[in-house]
């Protein structure tokens, strides 16, 4: 399991809006600079880490994902 403290800092850097959940558009900026990631991976990753169907991501579903 990942350090509480650095699932939580880098949550926060995927937040860029700092309004608690990280969207499909914050996750693909931050990982744009992956030429590997694609739209479609982001879609992905959302949808497995988004357990509400809200289609974002917040903390617990975060740290969730994350194991």
Known sequence: ????????????ELDSDNDGYITAAELKANLQKNPKVSAENVAKIVQLA?????????????????G
């Open 1 to 12: 399991m990942r350090d509480k403290e650095a699932t939580e800092r880098n949550f926060k």
């Open 50 to 66: 988004d357990e509400n169907g809200d289609k974002r991501i917040d903390y617990k579903e975060y740290a969730k994902y994350l």
